[in-house]
């Protein structure tokens, strides 16, 4: 079977432009020296992303010797990328979205209300940031439940159990989508600036809501077979999430430290990220207080408190829409 030249050309475009990515600006020369592709056809490659708008010009780069070099600059406002979070807040349902560059940089955020959150709701707050903000390429979207291949199988939200989210979205804005369980993306997002852990896992407690989980094992998501990595609300452990007083410490401390247990002993974390906001010093001290044996205690992970869920949620998002965007302009080529 003979070389298909165009397939050639589109890898190696494909190949310049997400070094490119990578390094921000950058030369001809050094681009072709990380590339190993000849200057020749990296300086054409350049050429034609710079008529798309898919790379600027810079200034001129000064060298060891010689005369100063075109800096190019990878466009990160070529496209935009849309991430979209529904959570319960101090009682309240809320969708919160997020528009970013194509390096994750946050541009807009919104933030809306409704009485339940529907599939209409979405497409509420998807109207509002394509009118604000048309070069939206990508919408990614965290649910709080079970998401398999972007169709929700399970949700706190009933109304948007059995919806196809990415293929809606594109149906009706053209947009391409990407969908899965909001704690699988605050971990993810989490990961994204936090230092690298072989096995991490991450605890939300919504409180009007069973609580959700989510297990990263060498800086993998692990979903399960179906789906149902980190629900919680499946595990043995005979605590009602929904009727628990979670101010009393003496009662959510132990019942914390019972599900951490659990984790131990299956995946046995090195670190677990905890998403709340009733965590009070004396919470966290009967946690440590009512670790449930000592097997358990030898390996009981380092607890992390304080984080931002909702920015950990974008985070998380805006990394998996830039992979869907990656993706997609290296089929399309």
């Not at 020749?40 to 798309?52: C, D, P, Q, R, Y």
């Not at 974390?269 to 905890?274: C, E, G, K, N, Q």
């Amino acid at each position: 079977m003979g070389v298909n030249m165009l397939d050639v050309k589109q890898v190696n475009a494909e190949v310049v432009l997400w070094e490119l990515w990578a390094l921000r600006t950058a030369s001809v020369k050094e681009l072709s020296q990380r590339t190993g592709l000849s200057f020749a056809t990296v300086a054409s490659i350049l050429s034609g992303f710079v008529e798309t708008g898919e790379v600027v010009l810079g200034g001129r780069l000064s060298g060891t010797g010689g005369r100063p070099s075109q800096a190019y600059v990878f466009n990160a406002e070529f496209a935009h990328i849309l991430a979209l979070s529904a959570q319960v807040r101090n009682g309240t349902h809320l969708i919160r979205s997020s528009v970013g560059t194509l390096y994750g940089e946050t541009i807009a955020t919104n933030e809306k209300s409704f009485d339940q959150i529907e599939l209409i709701s979405f497409e509420t707050m998807v109207d509002a940031a394509l009118q604000a903000h048309p070069k939206i390429k990508v919408a990614a979207f965290a649910l709080p439940g079970v998401v398999r291949a972007g169709r929700v199988l399970v949700n706190d939200y009933p109304a948007l159990e059995g919806i196809d989210f990415p293929g809606h979205f594109r149906e009706r804005y053209g947009l391409l989508g990407v969908a899965g369980n909001d704690v699988n993306a605050a971990l993810a997002g989490y990961a994204v600036n936090s230092e690298p852990a072989p096995v991490v896992a991450a605890l939300y407690f919504p409180r009007q809501f069973n609580p959700g989980a989510a297990v990263m094992v060498d800086g993998k998501i692990v979903e399960g077979a179906l789906g149902y990595a980190g629900e919680v609300s499946l595990l043995p452990i005979d605590v009602d999430w929904k009727r628990i007083d979670y101010y009393r410490p003496q009662e959510i401390g132990p019942a914390l430290a019972r599900l951490v247990a659990v984790f131990c002993a299956i995946v046995n974390p090195s670190r677990v990220v905890l998403y709340g906001d009733f965590f009070t010093e004396e919470t966290r001290r009967a946690v440590t207080q009512n670790i449930p044996s000592s097997g358990v205690n030898r390996i009981f992970p380092e607890l992390v408190y304080d984080r931002d869920l909702d920015r950990d949620i974008i985070a998380g998002l805006f990394s998996q829409a830039i992979a869907a965007y990656k993706q997609h302009h290296r089929t399309k080529q």
